[in-house]
């Protein structure tokens, strides 16, 4: 009887450790489950870290691709602009004397037209060149 015992209490002594055993494999598969979520987790993370420093880069690109076109605007004014303000002064002159302008000029009524044409578009575009940088001098601001 005794070995009956014996094996019976090293049956029991097996099954305790195996239960155990158990009990510690399901804690490393919850473990392990735990951890690959927080590594699907961290890499999620950083592809959007990737993505936002894309995302900067693209928007820098954008605001050195604007500037440089804002440059090129500004210098195609510094060049209109006087021209336009000599023909404005011309007209103003004209017409304080009372003359008219395709007389003084010798210009024909197409040409006059053109002149005045001319004249609105490049005030306009100083308009809207001025409310573009008060709006970019704005958003820079924020």
């Not at 070995?3 to 598969?29: A, G, P, Y």
């Amino acid at each position: 009887m005794s070995l009956e015992i014996i094996n019976t209490v090293d049956k029991l002594t097996l099954s305790d450790q195996i239960e155990q055993e158990k009990i510690s494999l399901n804690l490393l598969r919850q473990t392990n489950c735990k951890l690959e979520e927080s590594i699907d987790i961290l890499e999620d993370q950083l592809a959007s870290i990737e993505d936002e420093d894309n995302e900067w880069k693209t928007r820098y690109l954008i605001q050195k691709e604007m500037n440089d076109y804002y440059k090129r605007a500004f210098f195609f004014c510094d060049q209109q602009i006087p021209k336009a303000k000599a023909l404005q002064r011309t007209i103003n002159r004209a017409v304080r004397r009372g003359s008219k302008l395709s007389s003084y000029m010798d210009l024909d009524e197409d040409s006059v037209q053109e002149l005045e044409d001319y004249r609105t578009y490049i005030i306009k575009l100083c308009r809207e060149l001025e409310s573009r940088i008060d709006q970019e001098g704005k958003k820079s601001n924020i």
